[in-house]
């Protein structure tokens, strides 16, 4: 069973601190990996996406790969609180377009 | 460029009934694919279509099915429905790109209540 996971939350950080949001996978195979941002009541919103090993920065953003080690980060520098929200890692395979998400984790930034 | 749109926006329907719900891609895309969302379960695969032909399934009982059209839009079936079957129904649409990643964007989903 190919499985993401993500750590456990809420996490909670006070505004302008860096949030830091993990996963790891399970399918050494996974080519794709994306961070989606989810307001409650609203749908996925894709934030990033990262195919190769380092680090890939968009603005506040920060994702970073490690194939080896099957571990995904999001780094959420000068965390706003607009950025309070559920984030879903999603990895999939490449050769389809099936996308296995996290269970997600909830950000919460206090002003 | 409009995005992923889908109708209708909720639903409420009793047990036993049957549902369909549509999604209409952003415009160039050719791959549809469906999600569940659930509190307890989270999101879901249920089905990709491209080029109107399945090419990817989930693992849900056959009460859930789907189509897709020439134009790339899709619809999902749901049939004999079950409590369980309550959840964000969630439309996600992409190019794809030959032998490249994969991006998919997400449409607004349809809520369904199942009484």
């Known amino acids: 069973q190919k499985e993401v996971e993500q750590n456990s939350g809420p996490l909670s950080v006070p505004e302008g601190a860096i949030a830091s949001l993990n996963c790891t996978y399970s399918d050494r195979v996974s080519q794709s990996f994306f961070w989606y941002r989810q307001y409650s009541g609203k749908s996925p919103e894709l934030i990033m996406s990262?195919?190769?090993?380092g680090d890939k920065e968009d603005g506040r953003f920060t994702a970073q790969l490690n194939k080896a080690s099957q571990y995904v980060s999001l780094l959420i520098r000068d965390s706003q609180p607009s950025d309070s929200a559920t984030y879903l890692c999603?990895?999939?395979?490449?050769?389809?377009?099936?996308?296995?998400f996290g269970k997600g984790i909830t950000l919460s930034v206090r002003p | 460029k409009a995005g992923v749109t889908q109708t209708p926006r909720y639903l409420i329907k009793t047990r036993g009934q049957q549902v369909t719900l549509s999604c209409s891609p952003i415009?160039?895309?050719?791959?549809v694919s469906w999600y569940q969302q659930t509190p307890g379960q989270g999101l879901q695969f249920l089905f990709e279509?491209?080029?109107?032909?399945?090419?990817n399934k989930g693992n849900f009982p056959g009460r859930f099915s789907g189509r897709q059209f020439s134009n790339s839009r899709s619809e999902m079936n749901v049939s004999t429905l079950e409590l369980g079957d309550s959840a964000l129904y969630l439309c996600?649409?992409?190019?794809?790109?030959?032998?490249?990643?994969?991006?998919?964007?997400f449409g607004p989903g349809t809520r369904l209540t199942v009484l």
């Open positions: 415009s160039g895309h050719r791959s």
């Open positions: 279509y491209f080029s109107e032909t399945q090419r």
């Open positions: 990262i195919y190769s090993n």
């Open positions: 999603a990895v999939s395979t490449g050769a389809n377009s099936k996308l296995t």
């Open positions: 996600a649409s992409s190019l794809p790109l030959a032998g490249g990643p994969d991006t998919q964007y």
